[in-house]
């Protein structure tokens, strides 16, 4: 299993920035990937970012071009730039961490919040 912390949430105007970060811990040499999954009040929760170990990304058209996911594999830690920041970003921002036996493992959550 992969514990994993997030960090880097909080208020932020429209148009400002935040960072977040996801520090993993345990079984972190069965990672083949991690990123951010978003939940706002009433809605599903969706992908935000992705990124392989491999380097390889993914995002989702709401956050493309806004918000970019980047790891160091160093320490184990992944993180989370986002620009631009609009209102409809608000909501709690899930870290998550997908290993080769097939689980998922779950952080619990930062809380985003965007307005003026």
């Known amino acids: 299993q992969v514990q994993l912390v997030e960090s880097g949430g909080g208020a932020m105007e429209p148009g400002g920035s935040l960072r977040l970060s996801c520090a993993a811990s345990?079984?972190?040499?069965?990672?083949?990937?991690m990123g951010w999954y978003r939940q706002a009040p009433g809605k599903r929760r969706e992908l935000a970012a992705s990124i392989t170990t491999e380097g390889i990304t993914n995002y989702a058209d709401s956050v493309q071009g806004r918000f970019t996911i980047s790891g160091d594999n160093a320490k184990n830690t992944v993180y989370l730039q986002m620009n631009n920041l609009k209102p409809e970003d608000t909501a709690v921002y899930f870290c998550y961490g997908e290993t080769s036996l097939g689980n998922r493992d779950w952080g619990l959550g930062t809380q985003v919040t965007v307005s003026s």
């Open positions: 345990g079984r972190v040499s069965t990672l083949i990937a």
